[in-house]
């Protein structure tokens, strides 16, 4: 039997690993094209179900449920896992590494872990998607991402409870590794349908800080296990009793680390549930129209965040951090979207209202939901909220605001002539639309959010903005003036309140001039555009004191002198450093005689150490105020 078990667990890493290094070296394309490489690819998946199917066929003593890891795989062997199908090669991975997650844990661990780089390498790929059939016959098909996100949770969470069956108490590598694994579960089981999947993963989470006695940590992931395990979107055959009853005895445990009595809910309530803070991008709806998505598995134009962000190639997305004590879904968003001037709007809507959306992949994942579309009608792009639906060959966008249409977005393949006859009824005025006109937002999280942008500041804690950087002052103020400077990095910024607009710019600094006030050679300062600066602001100028010549660019201390004397008055632009000239700026008419002398005589007493530079009428730009050094 020894000998048995050695030689399946030798066959199984080579069929995984053959098929690891066959998808880490090869497009799938490629792989269906070499008959060489196809016969790898099917001798591997051949090997891989052949070892599954001896495996089925063994006695293997029930898991230890005294054993944190084993339990939650036990509980995902009640009744939970209907994720993936059973003919698809990584639930067959799966099933293998999880054989050997007590009795072997070197041999499961190693499985696991190629399984979940198989998935990765496959949810990194957005073309080609190809696989090899058994009777040696390419099968083109569109891959199922929800398949492949659950099939990457479901290794990570597997691998997780490996960790934690590894003495993770006393054990702070062992400890960080569980709880970094079911974080990565948790990511990759939120953009799928498999709410159960994702409960047991922050049950997980629970046990961990239960046991660590982070008792608002625990508390926090219970809630959230609750939460999902009461999702009414989960499937009807996924018996999940097992594991909600798991989640009360996890409360009751929490409960009673606080010293208090049980004092759990039948069902999670957004009131009891502490939010963790999100730094959210915000983006303008009307950048969806140059969003072109590579989800494959549907052919709507789905928007997410990231074809928002790739839209904005000129700079990273203002982020917004939300107050989750006043937006209690925060939480589950991924993005904000405002209402911009550049969409028209109908009555569900209005301008400056921003919409929490949670990104969705798959058309069936919206069914039932609220989501936000654009459509472009005679050049004028125009949003509104509608209820998605889907049937068989097309899908339905029914409008919240009555005196909307409602949309029908019809396949490729759909029966057009069908659908007109259909839907032409003298009680509902319809439009009939290929499925490429529209894009289509995920969800508008409930309750709807409407919030204008003048109560923002009642829900935003704070503003991220990324801040271009030029390598001059001149070309910075060239930058947020709209000319074409090319950008050297960006800044990050965050302030409680925001200002608009925003003009913000950062500079190189080259020179020593400034050190007295810790601004030095190298360093990138933030700058605030503004025209005018108050006495002993230090602020950024351009001077231009001859056409011929580039423009002098300082970082100095403004000092206006003498200003209500016609005859004396002049600028001040002051040094940090002793050794670093003063710049006098005079104006025409001023006696500048008198003004020089009085200069001669600070140096003479030490008054004034530095060397100085007189100008008469140069044209001085105030560049913006000196706001701090931001080192990248």
């Not at 661990?109 to 957005?126: N, V």
Request: proline share 4%.
């Amino acid at each position: 039997m020894t000998n048995q078990m050695d030689e399946l667990k030798q066959a199984a890493l080579d069929g995984v690993n053959q098929l690891t290094e066959l998808k880490q070296n090869y497009t799938l394309s490629q792989i269906s094209s070499d008959a060489k490489l196809k016969e790898q690819f099917i001798t591997a998946t051949k090997k891989i179900a052949e070892i599954r199917a001896k495996l089925n066929t063994l006695d293997q003593p029930p898991l230890n449920s005294e054993r944190p890891g084993s339990f939650l795989i036990s509980l995902m062997n009640s009744g939970l896992d209907e994720s993936l199908s059973s003919d698809n090669y990584l639930q067959d991975i799966y099933k293998i590494s999880e054989f050997w997650l007590e009795s072997d844990p070197v041999t499961a661990k190693k499985l696991s872990r190629l399984g979940s780089l198989i998935s990765q390498i496959y949810l990194d790929l957005d073309t080609d998607r190809v696989l090899i059939a058994d009777d040696k016959k390419v099968i083109e098909y569109i891959t199922d991402l929800d398949q492949l996100k659950t099939g990457c949770g479901k290794f990570y969470l597997l691998q997780a409870a490996l960790a934690l069956n590894s003495n993770f108490e006393t054990n702070e590598q062992s400890r960080q590794e569980a709880k970094t694994l079911l974080e990565n579960s948790i990511d990759q089981f939120k953009g799928t349908s498999w709410f159960q999947l994702k409960s047991l993963a922050y049950l997980g989470l629970a046990i961990i800080n239960e046991r660590l006695s982070n008792i608002d940590e625990a508390e926090y992931a219970c809630n959230q296990a609750l939460r999902n395990a009461l999702q009414e979107s989960i499937v009807a055959r996924v018996n999940k009793e097992a594991l909600v009853q798991a989640i009360r005895e996890q409360q009751d445990k929490i409960e009673a680390l606080k010293g208090g009595k049980s004092k759990r809910s039948k069902a999670p309530s957004s009131t009891d549930t502490p939010a963790k803070e999100r730094e959210l991008p915000l983006f303008e709806v009307s950048k969806g129209q140059g969003c072109i998505t590579g989800h494959l598995i549907t052919r709507l134009n789905l928007l997410s965040g990231q074809d928002y962000e790739e839209v904005e190639t000129s700079s990273p997305p203002e982020k917004v951090v939300i107050d989750p004590g006043k937006v209690k879904s925060v939480e589950d968003a991924d993005y904000i979207l405002e209402i911009d001037p550049a969409v028209t709007i109908g009555a569900d809507l209005a301008q400056g209202d921003w919409l929490l959306i949670d990104a969705k992949v798959s058309p069936h994942q919206l069914h039932g939901k609220i989501v936000l579309i654009l459509t472009k009608q005679n050049d004028k792009l125009e949003a509104g909220l509608r209820k998605f639906s889907k049937t068989d060959d097309h899908y339905f966008l029914e409008p919240l605001d009555s005196s909307q249409p409602c949309i029908v977005l019809a396949e490729y393949e759909t029966d057009w002539e069908r659908l007109n006859n259909y839907y032409q009824t003298p009680h509902r005025h319809f439009e009939i639309k290929h499925v490429y006109d529209v894009y289509i937002s995920g969800e508008v999280i409930e309750p709807i959010l409407h919030i204008g942008s003048g109560s923002s500041d009642e829900f935003v804690k704070s503003y991220i903005w990324p801040i271009p950087v030029a390598n001059s002052v001149a070309a910075g103020l060239s930058l947020i003036q709209g000319e074409n400077i090319e950008v050297q990095n960006h800044l990050i910024i965050k302030q409680a309140e925001k200002q608009e607009p925003i003009h913000f710019f950062g500079a190189r600094i080259v020179g020593h001039s400034m050190q007295d006030y810790h601004i030095y050679s190298g360093d990138t300062v933030l700058i605030h555009q503004q025209s005018s600066l108050n006495d002993g602001d230090i602020g950024a100028f351009v001077i231009y004191t001859d056409a011929n010549q580039p423009p002098l660019e300082v970082i100095k201390k403004y000092r206006p002198i003498n200003k209500h004397d016609k005859s004396l008055r002049h600028l001040r632009l002051e040094s940090g450093n002793e050794n670093s000239e003063h710049i006098i700026i005079m104006e025409s008419g001023v006696d500048t005689a008198a003004i020089q002398d009085s200069y001669d005589q600070k140096k003479r007493t030490g008054e004034i150490p530095n060397p100085l530079k007189f100008f008469i009428d140069p044209e001085v730009v105030i560049a913006g105020r000196f706001i701090r050094v931001k080192r990248i």
